[in-house]
């Protein structure tokens, strides 16, 4: 098969295990409002609606499940982060109060060649003054403590793998079981799901999540393009040369029909982030975001700082980079909201979206607050959220850059062209929409594939995973669904997009190694569905 | 039945360790902290041991700093009843005057059993459950894999070199937990929730003087780089030479 | 400085290696200090301490009574506290295995006392300094003790027992034995073939796809029994059906730091060796002088395993029989 479509092998769905339409358990746990994923959007959600009731004199149950086994090991970012939503939170806090390591205060964009870097001038979208590097994770731990002094509860080590419904309203989420072994027969430790019935959901499952996808499913809830993804592969090092500048570039080692671009950012002069994030949507069966980061580091750019640093940690992690034109046209339901990159609020040209999703969650906290005041949830009332969100900087940040990323389906210089000419016209000229394919919709052929010799600055992907702390119990049983029967070149390209060494080819068929999963969702979008698996599963992220 | 389990908060055992700048502890920052291993056994054995006997009260006593608050509240997910709090301002590398101020408040509480790990995956002292045994002038069984307790009587059995002792006992006693003993549960979603409504007492006491002083916590020298020890067969003597000799480990 | 008391550990009469190991730390330090080194063995009907002086000690106490033939906790911590306030002594060894782990923290707790316990070196430096390590072997403590009397439990292999022409002078019964104790060691069993877990096991031996057949592992079972070890398998031989997952090492598998790691037949793919690089001794046994494992071995053998498995199996169990 020289060339085929991804699409054409991927299993559908499965809304029957993610929409549960029974009546919840009679043991249930009541609660008002249940966030399901505690990064920023669902954690400053929470501390929103509490800081909303406390000043009301009111007392209401707040919940939040996390999958990670503690908070912030399944959050990975670059990160500059954007103070914005932090100052609105924490009116009373100062930028020095708040969890980011250090102020950018350089920054450099290169175009790559194999040896040679080229400055560019940094585009306006992409100018960082006055914003900070910081660690996702250490970020998500400091959210994390404010809500429990607010009184939230915090659930870490439970994933959620399926919304209760009645009609189309939900009810809440049924949790996954733990303690099954591979064949799915219980161990002596087995416990049982648990069904948490809320008056409101908030879902706030990040990147690719699996019940907001079944959600929007279930209710036809499409964009005007369809959603596509990015693939980020991180890495960490502490360096023996300090590193002074946020860098960010393009081109090598990418083809030229790939989009994406590399980032260095340093948490403390000798502590930094370097990173590789590729869009999905390229035409290429063996191009591999990991073996392209390991070829990256190669370039005389990054070299000199690596050389004779260690490297401590590693993760991967998809972004949502549909944006505006891929937004559902409402993030709100009976009982229901979706917030922050599980709704897709990410601005690709300025690469962020953590400040977004706090945003999200904190208007979606308001009008939730006012549905529990007037004892009305439904979806007209909820639909406040979706208003503030459209009448905020977030809908405008989208808007204004809404074909940027779309002018890159034809490759790397006729996109940077056209994306510069919308940078400077705040996305006047080709203002019209850009029709975009689904990634899985997009015809792969043979090639992209590099060749790395292993060095002191490359690193396997098994040895990756091992440094993404992945402790995952091996008898669980496989959470990844494949279609019966995948051709060889198919179960290839799956090898390639994986970065963590989950699929491989064996003999003419498809190997699945599931607990090496670290949860970055990159087939879940172009091949093998991804589902909710054992709490505590997957990567263990100290401070990516 | 009374039963009070002692626990820990550890560092998780995956953690890369690093010195902080005064080379006498470790560096905290970023370092995840979880309940010691081995106390999750004697946690759950405790929890056993009470629905055995059908009624009872598993009480969880920690020292340590404010943050050792979320382990007392794990052990308490898991189903223990309340918890004490002997809060500290510093860690004690010399285990006695940990084991005192716990001898202290287990003193006169009528426990059946008082229940331990078999040592932290810390300091590795392996020390502070006999110590509190001597203290409390009760009998002790370290390091136990498999317990039977009833009619006031117990017979533990734990594994030493080339065996394993049985070991018959009287109560009240003092029992550290090996792994094998059980499979720790997990905490349940309600577990969780009523851990936070179950009572949390914070007593502040002040550690004896200890008769250890930190001069040094540092990283293992780099590995050596290998050799290959010959060839074939012939071969064997120089290995157990060397394993004997020069890494000492047999 | 003052004398040191080290507690010998015997078995069926007979003073075990380790008791040699600690005689051998005890003589460093009192040599050191300037001291002298006294033993203090506790037993049944009867004990062989003779010829200990050739191993360091200058006085060996003998405290025996039938009950005291297996360990009990609370009799010999009370006669090592007698036998320690009854010298004037600066440190009291006693060896880090499942009896001295038990005993030493109660002996410390009765005298009042510090305990450095799994300690792998002792130093004179105008006082008794000893380094042990912590956080799972990933790093070492170095203390200095501040009190007159500490007790220091001395890890297994730490210290290479002495040879010296010296005799010793022996003492017998002179402390109080055969006190009543409420927790009894009633015997020591066998263990049970009950598999080792092999994250749990201090020293693994791991077999792959060198051994060519499921029916060659029990050349692996030999030599894992014989040195009381817990046996791994590689991903192939997993996949192959030909050992349960339980025993997989690796990435897909478990991880495991045992003190020594023994890879028979193992090429050392990278998954397999981020779930073993960590143990402290790796010794790889394989016929490919470039497979990847020799890369992180400390001791290599090239050859075939099916002639050096058995001579190593039947040369450990000599060794342990002496």
């Known amino acids: ?544 | 039945m009374k039963l009070a389990v002692c626990i820990k908060r550890t560092p998780d055992t995956e953690t890369r360790i690093k010195i902080a700048g005064d080379g006498k502890r470790i560096d905290e920052a970023g370092v995840k902290f979880v309940l010691n291993t081995y106390d999750e056994y004697a946690v759950e054995e405790a929890l056993q041991l009470k629905e055995r006997a059908g009624s009872g009260e598993v009480v969880v006593v920690t020292v340590g700093t404010e943050a050792s608050q979320e382990t007392i509240r794990t052990a308490l997910a898991m189903g223990a009843d309340r918890g004490v709090l002997l809060k500290v301002d510093g860690a004690s590398i010399d285990p006695l005057p940990v084991a005192k101020a716990l001898a202290d408040e287990l003193r006169g509480g009528e426990y059946d059993v008082v229940l331990f790990g078999k040592l932290a995956i810390d300091d590795y002292s392996h020390a502070t459950g006999p110590m509190v045994a001597e203290l409390l002038g009760v009998p002790c069984v370290s390091a136990v894999a498999k317990l039977e307790i009833a009619d006031g009587k117990g017979t533990a059995e734990r594994e030493i070199e080339g065996g394993v002792e049985v070991v018959e006992f009287s109560l009240p006693a003092v029992i550290t937990a090996d792994k094998g003993l059980n499979e720790p549960r997990y905490p349940a979603l309600r577990g969780i929730m009523m851990a936070k409504k179950k009572p949390l007492e914070v007593k502040d006491v002040a550690l004896a003087d200890g008769g250890l002083e930190i001069v040094e916590l540092a990283l293992p020298p780099e590995r050596q780089e290998g050799r290959i020890v010959g060839e074939g067969a012939d071969a064997v003597p120089a290995l157990i030479d060397a394993l004997r000799n020069e890494a000492k480990v047999l | 400085m003052s004398n040191i008391l080290v507690v010998l550990e015997q078995r069926d009469g007979k003073i075990k290696r380790v008791g040699h190991e600690a005689l051998a730390a005890a003589r460093g330090l009192a040599d050191a200090g300037g001291g002298e080194v006294h033993g203090l063995v506790i037993g049944g009907g009867s004990v062989e301490a003779d010829g200990l002086g050739a191993f360091g000690a200058d006085r060996v106490t003998v405290s025996t009574d039938d009950s005291s033939e297996l360990y009990q906790s609370e009799p010999y911590a009370a006669t090592v506290a007698d036998a320690a306030q009854m010298g004037d002594y600066a440190a009291l060894l006693i060896s880090a295995t499942a009896l001295g782990r038990d005993l030493a923290p109660r002996v410390a707790a009765k005298l009042d006392c510090p305990l450095a316990a799994d300690v792998t070196e002792l130093s004179y430096d105008s006082g008794i300094v000893v380094k042990r390590p912590a956080y799972s072997g990933k790093a070492t403590y170095t203390l200095r003790v501040t009190s007159p009397l500490v007790v220091i439990s001395v890890r297994p292999n730490a210290y290479a027992p002495l040879q010296s022409d010296q005799a010793g002078t022996i003492g017998e019964g002179s402390v109080t034995a055969g006190r009543e104790g409420r927790a009894v060691t009633k015997e020591i069993k066998q263990p049970e073939r009950a598999a080792l877990d092999v994250t749990e096991a201090s020293i693994v031996v791991a077999g792959g796809r060198g051994l060519k057949d499921a029916e060659h592992f029990a050349l692996v079972e030999g030599l894992a029994e014989a040195l009381g070890a817990a046996v791994g398998a590689s991903r192939a031989v997993v996949d192959a059906g030909w050992r349960p997952h339980s025993e997989q090492v690796g990435q897909t598998g478990k991880t495991v730091s045992p003190g020594l790691y023994i890879a028979v037949g193992i090429s050392g793919a990278v998954q397999h060796l981020a779930g073993m690089r960590t143990a402290k001794v790796i010794v790889a046994i394989n016929k490919d002088a470039d497979a990847p494992i020799f890369k992180v071995a400390d001791y290599g053998i090239v050859g075939d395993l099916f002639e050096i498995i058995p001579r190593l199996t039947d040369e450990i169990r000599a060794l342990k029989e002496n």
Not at chain 1, 24 to 40: H, N, Q, S, T, Y
Not at chain 1, 331 to 356: C, E, M, N, Q, W
Not at chain 1, 387 to 416: C, H, Q, W
Request: charged share 25%; proline share 7%; net charge negative.
């Open chain 1, 1 to 544: 098969m020289s060339r085929f479509v991804p699409a054409d092998f991927q299993p559908r769905l499965p809304l029957d295990r993610l929409i549960l339409s029974e009546p919840p358990e009679e043991e249930r746990i009541e609660m008002d409002v249940l966030f399901v994923g505690a990064g920023p959007a669902g954690l400053a959600g929470a501390i929103e609606l509490a800081k909303l009731v406390k000043a009301d004199n009111g007392e209401i149950s707040i919940g939040v499940l996390e999958k990670a086994s503690a908070l912030g090991e399944h959050n990975l970012s670059g990160a500059v982060v954007n103070p914005r939503a932090f100052r609105e939170l924490f009116p009373d806090l100062g930028d020095a109060d708040f969890p980011f390591s250090t102020p950018v205060t350089q920054e450099g964009l290169y175009l790559l060649s194999a040896t040679g870097a080229r400055r560019l001038p940094t585009p306006p979208t992409m100018k960082n003054h006055g914003n900070f590097i910081g660690s996702i994770c250490e970020i998500v731990r400091w959210l994390g403590a404010k809500a429990e002094d607010l009184g939230v509860d915090i659930f870490p080590g439970f994933p959620a793998e399926g919304l209760l419904t009645e009609g189309d309203k939900v009810l809440g989420v049924r949790t996954v079981a733990t303690g099954l072994d591979r064949d799915g027969s219980e161990l002596s430790n087995y416990m049982p799901p648990a069904d948490i019935t809320a008056r409101v959901t908030a879902l706030a499952e990040g990147t690719r999540g699996p019940l907001s996808q079944a959600y929007c499913e279930w209710q036809g809830l499409h964009g005007k393009n369809p959603q596509i993804f990015a693939l980020g592969v991180k890495e960490l090092w502490e360096l023996e040369r300090p590193l002074d500048r946020v860098i960010h570039t393009m081109g090598w080692p990418l083809p030229n029909d790939a989009f994406g671009g590399s980032f260095m950012y340093p948490l403390e002069p000798k502590v930094a982030a370097l990173g590789l994030v590729v869009g999905l949507d390229h035409p290429h069966r063996s191009l591999d975001v990991h073996e392209l980061l390991q070829q990256l580091k190669m370039h005389p750019l990054f070299r000199k700082y690596l050389e004779g640093g260690e490297l401590v940690e590693w993760g991967a992690k998809t972004i949502p980079e549909g944006w505006f034109y891929a937004l559902p046209p409402r993030r709100t339901g009976d009982g229901v909201v979706i917030l922050g990159d599980a709704a897709g609020f990410v601005d690709v040209p300025s690469l962020k979206g953590i400040h977004y999703a706090m945003q999200s969650g904190m208007y979606a906290a308001r009008a939730i607050f006012d549905g529990l005041k007037a004892n009305d949830t439904s979806a007209a009332t909820l639909s406040a959220y979706d208003r503030m969100v459209n009448e905020s900087y977030i809908r405008d940040d989208l808007y204004r850059t809404r074909n940027i990323r779309p002018a890159f389906k034809d490759g790397f210089y006729k996109g940077s062209i056209k994306a510069g000419l919308m940078t400077v016209t705040g996305g006047r000229v080709f203002g019209k929409r850009i029709t975009m394919h689904a990634d899985a919709d997009m015809a792969r052929g043979s090639g992209g594939g590099v060749e790395v010799t292993p060095g002191a600055l490359t690193v396997s992907k098994v040895d990756a995973v091992f440094k993404s702390a992945n402790a995952t119990r091996d008898n669980i049983p496989s959470h990844l669904i494949a279609a019966d029967d995948v051709p060889a070149d198919v179960a290839e390209f799956y090898s390639h997009v994986c970065p963590a060494g989950v699929y491989e080819v064996s003999g003419d068929g498809l190997r699945i190694n599931a607990p090496n999963c670290i949860d970055c969702k990159a087939t879940d979008v172009v091949g093998p569905r991804w589902m909710p698996r054992e709490g505590g599963s997957g990567p263990a992220y100290k401070r990516m």
